[in-house]
T-cell receptor, first 113, second 113 residues
Framework: EADIYQTPRYLVIGTGKKITLECSQT?????MYWYQQDPGMELHLIHY???????EKGDLSSESTVSRIRTEHFPLTLESARPSHTSQYLC????????????FGPGTRLLVL | AQKVTQAQTEISVVEKEDVTLDCVYE???????LFWYKQPPSGELVFLIR??????QNEISGRYSWNFQKSTSSFNFTITASQVVDSAVYFC??????????FGSGTQLTVLP
């Protein structure tokens, strides 16, 4: 069973605001990921981390930034939210033992007005 | 480059019918992993199964079964005696040497009572 948490679950915010989406996991996984997904559509990787102080951009260009100061925590920040950022953001983690099944959090649904 | 194709965008069945979700993949890697995830309306992705490229045994778990055929690069998923609670979007995914998951575009399954 996955122990990965995301807050907030839902967020409605105005254009230009700075937001941080929180993701934490209690499984001690080295690797963490952020995906962006429009409702019912495919997932796009926007950021990933293979360990503390390691972050990389994913396949989909994103204006968001991430940090990995602690193993269990992988927050995503948007400095200035825009309506085009409206989407669902899913966080995932996996271990480093070759099989690397990714376990997902419940997601954050973001609406930027 | 890796690619996962789920040609069925939407499927509707009546409860108790069997249904098969198709997944076809492309990869040049000889070692890779295939996954199925379920995404119910609540939004989280639920891990269902992982299969590695060296294990072509079919697997059955309750009403779920998976048919992996390397010869046709397919990893199909069958639900027997479908139930309304099976209604969800189902994603097939592939991980090869690139170490990132490549997702298909998903199949929306609707099970009608």
């Amino acid at each position: 069973e996955a122990d990965i948490y995301q807050t907030p679950r839902y967020l409605v915010i105005g254009t230009g605001k700075k937001i941080t989406l929180e993701c934490s996991q209690t499984m001690g996984h080295d690797k963490m990921y952020w995906y962006q997904q429009d409702p019912g559509m495919e997932l796009h990787l926007i950021h990933y981390s293979y360990g503390v102080n390691s972050t990389e951009k994913g396949d989909l260009s994103s204006e968001s930034t991430v940090s990995r100061i602690r193993t269990e925590h992988f927050p995503l920040t948007l400095e200035s939210a825009r309506p085009s950022h409206t989407s669902q953001y899913l966080c995932a983690s996996s271990n480093d033992r070759g099989r690397e099944t990714q376990y997902f959090g419940p997601g954050t649904r973001l609406l930027v007005l | 480059a890796q690619k996962v194709t789920q040609a069925q965008t939407e499927i509707s069945v009546v409860e108790k019918e069997d249904v098969t979700l198709d997944c076809v993949y492309e990869t040049r890697d000889t070692t890779y992993y295939l996954f199925w995830y379920k995404q119910p309306p609540s939004g989280e992705l639920v891990f269902l199964i992982r299969r590695n490229s060296f294990d072509e045994q079919n697997e059955i778990s309750g009403r779920y079964s998976w048919n992996f055929q390397k010869s046709t690069s397919s990893f199909n998923f069958t639900i027997t005696a479908s139930q309304v609670v099976d209604s969800a979007v189902y994603f097939c995914a592939l991980r090869g040497s690139a170490r990132q998951l490549t997702f298909g575009s998903g199949t929306q399954l609707t099970v009608l009572p």
